[in-house]
């Protein structure tokens, strides 16, 4: 089974953000109550897309994190996730801009494997059609698109 199918479950996220929590000393919990079906379903109305059943899972785990790394401290709860081209508006621009007309850094097939040695890269044209799950860190954020199940 691969990693990403197991963490569509919410028992999964459970333990994972468990152990997660305790190998990075926290002295407290840093994660929040889990968000509600409920909540899931107003956050998917409000943004016009659903959510990727890993995603989803995670927030039913815990809605939100605190601490998440040095670069990106939080991961917002559902209330806060917002598309990034509407958040930054002049990141997307800065990069897609430079790049139209121009041919993809770096191929479907290495872009859609998170397993592969460049997946770090990332393709400007996708900013707009991106949400922004965590707040601004180390001139960082982490972002995810929706369209990419």
Known sequence: MAILDRMANLADWQLFLKEYASAFGADEWP???????????????????TLPPSYRAFLKASNGWRKASDSVPVLRSVEKIKWFRKENREWVDAYVAPQQGMESPISDVDYFSYTAEGSAKFDGKHLAQTLCISDEGDSAVLLLNPMVV
Do not use: F, H
């Open 31 to 49: 994660g929040n109550p889990g968000a509600s079906e409920s909540d899931l379903v107003k956050i998917e109305q409000r943004l016009k897309v």
